[in-house]
């Protein structure tokens, strides 16, 4: 079981950046992608991006394409996202998880699909402010 730790969330006014930070420990020896998915009060959860294992391939939803970087170092067990012009509708707890699947890269819909995603953080709180 990997353990993630997300941090790096608070209050931002609209039009600053901000990077999260997501720290694994536990058994983080399997080759995963890993990803960010984001929930709003009152709204399902839903994707933002996410990275493969050897960080050589990233998918992003398209209301953060342009916006949003999802990075990842090995050597520290640690993935970032950084978002840039937070907008009032960023304001949402910022979750990580690990992708099920060995091998690093996942496929198509996968990408993207919560149910394809295990071992999730406690997440943390962004609040974008006008």
């Known amino acids: 079981q990997v353990h993630l730790v997300e941090s790096g969330g608070g209050l931002v006014q609209a039009g600053d950046s901000l990077t999260l930070s997501c720290a694994a420990s536990g058994r983080t020896t399997g080759r995963h992608a890993m990803g960010w998915f984001r929930q709003a009060p009152g709204k399902e959860r839903e994707f933002v991006g996410a990275?493969?294992?050897?960080?050589?391939?990233?998918y992003y939803a398209d209301s953060v394409k342009g916006r949003a970087t999802v990075s990842r170092d090995n050597a520290k067990n640690t993935m970032y996202l950084q978002m840039n012009s937070l907008i009032l509708e960023d304001t949402a707890v910022y979750y990580c998880?690990?992708?099920?699947?060995?091998?690093?890269?996942?496929?198509?819909?996968?990408?993207?699909?919560?149910?394809?995603?295990?071992?999730w953080g406690q997440g943390t709180q962004v609040t974008v402010s006008s």
């Open positions: 998880a690990s992708h099920f699947a060995p091998g690093g890269t996942p496929y198509g819909s996968s990408w993207y699909s919560p149910a394809d995603y295990t071992s």
């Open positions: 990275i493969s294992w050897r960080g050589d391939a990233t």
